[in-house]
Every structure is written in structure tokens, then in C-alpha cells.
């Protein structure tokens, strides 16, 4: 199952690139956990539930351009999926523009995400927070 999951992580950060919402959202569990390590000091740390995070990547999507999220390496750790991704993007208004690299580990259960946490600042530190070490 896990080759699964990655391949699931995979396709749901395509369709996160692409701004289908409606896409990366099948993906999820219904009562999905979105955890953002880095979150802006106006957003909350957690979310639950579908709607939580589809209003939540609506907020980034009415404030950046292009914001996308390039997976430079994916590894299989089971239930976890860690991924090391550079976050990059252009302000509409402002014109501020990300480029960053971090680290998410995304949980399954039964096939979909029950949890995505994001913004841990390298993939050794992702890897400890799901019991492994490279």
C-alpha cells in the first residue's frame, strides 16, 4: 500500500500545482488534519475537516500567484509519506515572493490523507517526527 501513497501524494500535489481544489481535496479524509508548522501568525496551526482546508488554500490562492509546490524528493516511510518540496509564489498585491524549501509527511489511512503536516525545515527533521533517520 505504501508505493500507493506515494503515488497519491504524488497526484495530489499535481493537482495542487494545477489549483483544482475539488482534486487534492478527494484525496483527503473527510475529518482530515492540516497541520502548517509555519503558519502565518493570522492563521491557525491545525484544521479539520474538509472545508477547514479547502477555505484555507483559498485564502493563499486569493493572495499569490502561481503559487506551487515542486516535490524535489518523495520517499516511502509506510503509513508516511515525507516530501521534500520548494514552495514558490508571487504576491498578487503585494508582489512578495516565496521561495522556500521545506518538508511535509503526509499520513494515510484506508487510502486517503488523514493528516498533512507542512513546514518542517528540513527532511531530517520531517523524518524524525515519523520515527526515522536517514
Known sequence: MSHENVEI???MNAAFNR???DEILAYYHPNA?????????????????????????TQW???????????????DAGTYVVMATWWRGKGKDSGLEIDLRA???????????????????NKDEALKAVGLSE
Do not use: M, N
Open 9 to 11: 501524494a504524488r497526484r
Open 19 to 21: 489549483r483544482d481544489r
Open 33 to 57: 488534519e492540516l497541520r502548517d508548522l509555519q503558519h502565518a501568525p493570522d492563521a491557525p496551526e491545525r484544521l479539520i475537516g474538509i472545508d477547514a482546508i479547502r477555505a484555507y488554500w
Open 61 to 75: 490562492d486569493d493572495a499569490f500567484d502561481d503559487f506551487t509546490a515542486e516535490i524535489e524528493e518523495c520517499l
Open 103 to 121: 518538508a511535509e509527511v503526509v499520513e494515510f489511512a484506508d487510502g486517503k490523507i488523514a493528516r498533512l503536516t507542512t513546514g518542517y525545515s
